[in-house]
């Protein structure tokens, strides 16, 4: 079998790769491009499991690739393939050359805060990409299972009543990242309407853990208190709104989650993947502190908060649960734990 993971050198993509690796029996591919930050990758690459196909030598044709790619892949490693889901060329050449039997597509423009930076650039990457990877597979004539990463965000304005939130719920997204992927959502359902490819979206609420980015509150949060630590700033940790309320699950436990819902999900359904349970911000800080011996101020930074926030998001995920058996298995403190330390060895 062989799976393509677009965004793989993100902290939820090096662990899909990594998970899958482990299962054996499967060719991993992953796409990166030109700028990629390879950090994710690095335990891999010391593992000696990791092939970027065309290296010191760009791919110009998707010949050239295929002819890469023939040369054989190797056990156990994941194959990076140079791809940039903005380039509906780069795409058709990834596609026809590996011939995915599944697809994660995870590549996107994932921070909330930066859409409202930049939300013409997010509705691209994430609305545009997704056109590119759907049409390359379109042409390539393949039909292989694919997963669309969507977010909690896309439910956005929710009323007290519709805690916890389940697949019906009405879409109200509060950002250009959340409306961006409503139309993800979108054009997954019609083109499995229109052409009949076998896509299937979930809707994940949020997962953390080593290598979430630091723009991410769990992981500025932690690095904040990692650099306190080593007294590379004052012990004043600054956070946004504290009252905030997320479904915090743990990536490793989100990636068995991405190859069930492939392995048992229907085409064409969506499916709530998070663990059910709602904590503040102000709880979490309040965790992460538990584990320091520094004495550290907790501020309210104003640059920090959302001209528009969601306030509760908190999953339902009944239904992928009953389909799939699918439950959480690692603790909310661990997670806190492993990405503490995991900034504790970088500052």
């Known amino acids: 079998m062989r799976v393509l993971i677009t965004g793989v050198t993100g902290m939820t993509g090096s662990h899909l790769a990594e998970y899958l690796l ?3 029996g499967i060719e991993v591919f ?3 491009r030109w700028r990629s930050r390879m950090d994710n990758l690095e335990g891999l690459r010391r593992a000696g499991r990791l092939r970027v196909i065309g290296d010191n030598s760009p791919v110009a044709s998707k010949g050239a690739l295929e002819s890469l790619l023939n040369q054989g892949t190797e056990p156990a490693s994941l194959h990076l393939v140079e791809g940039d889901i903005t380039d509906a060329f780069s795409m058709k050449r990834v596609i026809a050359a590996v011939k995915p039997d599944r697809i994660f597509h995870l590549a996107a423009q994932s921070y909330v805060p930066g859409s409202w930076s930049a939300p013409a650039e997010t509705l691209h990457r994430n609305i545009i990409g ?6 390359a597979v379109r042409e390539a004539e393949l039909d292989p299972l694919i997963h669309i990463a969507g977010s909690s965000e896309e439910y956005g304005y929710v009323l007290p009543e519709e805690l916890p939130v389940k697949e019906s719920n009405p879409l109200r997204p509060m950002s250009p990242y959340g409306v961006s992927k409503v139309a993800q959502e979108m054009l997954a359902l019609q083109y499995f309407k229109s052409y009949g490819m ?3 979206v979930t809707r ?6 080593p290598r979430r980015g630091e723009v991410f509150v769990t992981s500025n949060m932690a690095k904040q208190i990692a650099e306190i630590e080593k007294g590379l700033k004052p012990a004043v940790l600054y956070a946004g709104d504290l009252s905030s309320m997320r479904d915090w699950s743990d990536v490793r436990d989100f990636v068995r989650a991405y190859w069930l819902v492939l392995e048992r999900g229907v085409p ?3 499916y709530n993947i998070g663990s059910g349970v709602a904590r503040k911000v102000s709880e979490m800080i309040d965790m992460l502190l538990s584990m320091t ?3 550290i101020e907790v501020r309210v930074d104003p640059a920090r908060l959302r001209p528009s926030d969601v306030k509760v998001l908190v999953a339902d995920a009944t239904k992928f649960r009953d389909l799939t058996g699918w439950e959480p298995q690692i603790p909310f403190e661990k997670t806190m734990k492993d990405l503490l330390d995991y900034w504790r060895e970088r500052v």
């Open 30 to 32: 992953g796409t990166y």
């Open 198 to 200: 076998k896509t299937i």
């Open 204 to 209: 994940g609420f949020n997962h953390e853990g």
């Open 22 to 24: 482990e299962m054996g």
């Open 130 to 135: 997704q056109v590119n990877l759907l049409e």
């Open 268 to 270: 064409g359904e969506v």
């Open 293 to 295: 011996d520094a004495n």
